[in-house]
C-alpha cells in the first residue's frame, strides 16, 4: 500500500501529461482541459512530495 500511495503522485502527473496531449490532438473548443491539465501536474508534483517525504 505504502509503494501505491507513494507513486499516486506521478500517477496525477502522468493523467495530466495525457489529457493535455489529448487537448492537443484534438481541436481546442475551451481552456477546460488545460486548467484540468495544469491542477493535476501541480496538485500531483505537490502529492508526490508531500507524500515521500510523509512515508520515509
Known amino acids: 500500500m505504502n509503494q501505491f500511495l507513494k507513486y499516486s503522485g506521478i500517477i496525477l502527473v502522468i493523467i495530466g ?11 481546442p473548443s475551451s481552456n477546460t482541459p488545460l486548467t484540468l491539465s495544469a491542477l493535476l501536474l501541480i496538485g500531483g508534483l505537490v502529492l508526490h512530495i508531500v507524500l515521500n517525504r510523509i512515508i520515509e
Open 17 to 27: 501529461v495525457i489529457v493535455l496531449g489529448i487537448y492537443t490532438i484534438n481541436t
